[in-house]
């Protein structure tokens, strides 16, 4: 029986912080010297790809479209924030807030005592011991942050979505467009 589905999207050739277009530096811990904050937006960010409904930047930030936004309006799922994003109409930084699903990470590397995190987190499981039945209809997010803090794009932890079989059903007749699935 499937419990739910962690949802991915597809890249969008873009960077929410780059080196070259910032009014506001990213915030990053002076101990490790990675970025902390995964909800922080730089308002010189410009999206390239513009043809998904759900999709990641280089470094790990989920944006959806107006589209996506007004199903979730449509459908009562309100645990979600749509972030403007200045210069970007009609997209927007995506944060599922509350509804967490308990997550367990198969590598973890290097922890920082400044910033409480990890450099590396990945390699994602759901603990499926923990929930009673398939979820309800909505939007949930893991209640780890993963990715890895490192390499050229320099990405922040960020949480993994996660939707019930029948928020997926509906998303597939909604003919969202980028959405991957995986289920649990
Ligand atoms: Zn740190």
Same mark, same amino acid.
């Given at each position: ?5 962690? &949802? ?5 050739? !873009? ?15 002076? $101990?490790? /010297? ?9 308002? &010189?960010?410009? *999206? ?11 470094? $790990? *930030? ?32 995506? *944060?599922?807030?509350?509804? &967490?699903?308990? =997550? ?28 009673? $039945?398939?979820?309800?209809?909505? =939007?949930?997010? !893991?209640?780890?942050?993963?990715? $890895? ?10 949480? *993994? ?16 467009? /980028?959405?991957?699935?995986? !289920?649990?």
């Amino acid at each position: 029986m499937v419990l739910g589905y962690a &949802l991915f999207g597809q890249d969008n050739d !873009s960077e929410m912080f780059n080196e070259l277009d910032v009014l506001v530096k990213p915030s990053k811990c002076d $101990g490790c /010297g990675y970025r902390t904050e995964y909800q922080q937006i730089n308002n &010189l960010f410009k *999206i390239k790809r513009k043809s998904f409904d759900l999709s990641y930047t280089y470094d $790990g *930030i989920a944006i959806a479209s107006l589209r996506f936004k007004e199903f979730c309006n449509r459908n009562n799922y309100n645990n979600i924030l749509f972030k403007e994003l200045e210069g970007n109409l009609g997209f927007y930084q995506i *944060i599922v807030h509350d509804k &967490l699903i308990p =997550f367990t990470a198969n590598l973890v590397e290097e922890f920082c005592d400044k910033c409480s995190q990890y450099r590396t987190v990945v390699d994602y499981k759901v603990d499926t011991e923990r929930i009673i $039945g398939p979820l309800q209809d909505g =939007f949930y997010r !893991s209640d780890l942050l993963f990715g $890895g803090r490192m390499g050229k794009h320099d990405s922040p932890l960020h949480p *993994i979505i996660v939707v019930a079989p029948l928020t997926k059903e509906k998303m597939r007749k909604e003919k969202l467009k /980028g959405l991957t699935f995986e !289920s649990f």
